[in-house]
Structure formats: C-alpha cells, structure tokens
C-alpha cells in the first residue's frame, strides 16, 4: 500500500501533463497559474487512497483524481472573488493577478473541464453512479458556500447550523472523493458508503481545524490573510466557542466586537484576538475538532479490511489534522 506522499508524488507528475489551449491565453493562462500554486491536494489523493485499499495499480484512478483537483481549485477561484480574498496560498488570487471577470470566466471553463475529464475518462458502466456523486456534492458545495454568505450578516448562527454549513461546504466534497474512489474501483457499496463517513467527518474536523489556524495559527505557515474570518465576520469555531461561552452583556459586547466593520482590518483582529485568548477558546475549538475526529474512526473501523490495510488512511487523517497550515 502506498503512502499519501508516495500518491502525492505520482499525482503531481500527471498534472504536471495537463496540456490548457494555446489559443485566448488570457483565459487560461490563469489556470496554469492557479494549478501550479504550492497545495496540499488532500482530496484527489484521498480518492487514489481509497481506490487503493481495493486494486494495487492506482494508474486507472488518476483522471478522476485529477478532476477533482480542478473541481477544488474552481471552487477555490470563485470563492477567492466572493470574499475578495488577497492571497491563496501565500501568493496572489487569481482575481487579483488578472482581474475579476477574467477570473470568473476561468473558474467556469475549469469546471467545464472537469465534466468534459470525467465523461471522458471512467468506464462507461461506472459513469452513472460517478457522475451522481459528483453532481450530488457539486450541489452541495454551492449550497454551503450560498449558507457561509448568509451568515455573515447575521449574529445567531448556531453551532448546528454551523456544522450543517461546513459540512456541504467542505466536508462532503472529501467525503465524496473517498467515496468516488471506492466507486471506480467498484467496492460494496457498504464500503464505499463507510468511507464516505469516513471522510465527511474527516472533512468536519479539518474545517474546524482551519478556522482554528486562520485565527490562532502563524500567518507564514498558513499562507493566508492573518485573521481574515475575523475581518470578514464570518462565524467561524472560535466565535461560536467563544459566544457560546458567555452571557448577557457580555455575550452582547462581543458580538458588537466581532460585528464591527468601522475599525482598521489589523485594531479590529487585535481586539478580537486578546479577548478569545482570555477565554480559553483554543480548548474548545480542539475538543470540537476530536469529536468529528473520533466518529470519523469509527467509520473507518466498520470498513471490511484489516488495520494493516487501512494504515495509510489512518496515517492520511492524523497528518491532515496536525497540520500548522
């Protein structure tokens, strides 16, 4: 069985391939720019992962991984633009480098190319069952993007709603690409659904783990805005932590700290970070990441192999959580 960065390595050399038209450079120029960014691509290796644990020559897994790899990245590309994001991955987003509506029709062409990839690379009596994997997750992927907006003009999101919100989000696409791979590889379906849980709930705590690090983590490692969520109001875990853990006023006055957009980005993500290290909220916020933690190994013990087998997810859901970035 072959590690995650023994995955990583092959999946590197085969986007490494991927050959965007010469003609209209403005329109794909920025994909070969997004696509070569520094990333961690956990989801298509964990679809080559999951593929893995049920045929030994991962070679056939490669396209839908790669597609969706392009599939993060378009999301990534939209996303940027919504929040008017500065830097993805410590470096500029596309919208930034090349302006908005060139950065929209980009992202558009991209996730037709991740259709255009999967039709043409899985086997035709798989194609359906991929395919409603896909579009169910594609789905849900703009639903909770359209839910993280919502609640960025609103106080009383609940820490349920919350977990609903990063679970279409960003949990369900890793849950989904675990899933995908156990479908191209044509496993049980007790099986593939399992691994679904598995990696949705992995998904979970890997949410709540960025959110950890965009407030508490080093800017340097984490290669993004430092307290952006803080400066975007959006109610992240550490905000939920924290107003869940106080009272009347208050609970009140920081809300009002939180919600304030008159101060300058940097008074405003000071002010907000001396009163949630007062608080504690970094336990809390790490309690919450090992409850969905602890479920999503749970899921995986129910998949029929041996722990021998099952090493290299295991060992794929302990790196992705210790990580500083």
Not at 41 to 48: A, I
Not at 133 to 149: K, T
Not at 236 to 244: C, E, K, N, Q, T
Not at 294 to 319: C, G, R, T, V, Y
Request: glycine share 4%.
């Amino acid at each position: 069985m072959q590690t995650f960065s023994q995955l990583l390595s092959k999946l590197d050399l085969f986007l490494l391939n991927a050959q965007w038209p010469e003609e209209i450079p403005q329109l794909y120029e920025p994909l070969s720019y997004f696509m070569t960014l520094p990333a961690k691509r956990v989801r298509p290796v964990s679809l080559l992962l999951s593929y893995q644990l049920f045929h030994e020559n991962i070679e056939p897994a490669l396209p839908l991984a790669k597609a969706i790899e392009w599939f993060h990245n378009f999301t990534l590309i939209h996303d940027d633009i919504m929040d008017q994001a500065p830097l993805r991955r410590g470096l500029p987003t596309v919208h930034e480098k090349y302006g908005q509506n060139t950065a929209i029709l980009s992202g558009d062409v991209l996730l037709i190319k991740v259709y255009e990839l999967i039709v043409d690379s899985i086997p035709s009596e798989l194609l359906s069952q991929v395919m409603t994997c896909f579009n169910r997750v594609a789905i849900d992927v703009c639903e909770g993007q359209q839910l993280d907006m919502n609640y960025e003009n609103i106080s009383e999101v609940s820490k349920l709603e919350y977990t609903n919100m990063i679970r279409l989000k960003t949990a369900v696409l890793l849950g989904a690409s675990i899933k995908m791979g156990a479908i191209l590889a044509a496993a049980p379906s007790k099986d593939a659904e399992n691994l679904y849980d598995f990696g949705t709930e992995l998904g979970l705590a890997f949410q709540i783990q960025d959110d950890y690090l965009d407030v508490f983590g080093n800017p340097n490692k984490v290669g993004k805005q430092a307290g952006g969520d803080i400066i975007q109001c959006k109610k992240g875990a550490p905000f939920i932590a924290a107003r869940d853990m106080l009272s009347g006023q208050e609970r009140e006055k920081f809300i009002s700290e939180y919600l304030d957009t008159s101060q300058a980005p940097a008074a405003k993500v000071k002010v907000v970070l001396d009163r949630l290290h007062g608080m504690g909220v970094e336990d809390t916020v790490n309690k919450w990441k090992q409850e969905h933690q602890d479920k999503a190994m749970h899921s995986l013990k129910n998949i029929s192999f041996s722990e021998q087998q099952k090493l290299p997810l295991m060992q794929f859901a302990e790196m992705l959580l210790a990580r500083e970035s």
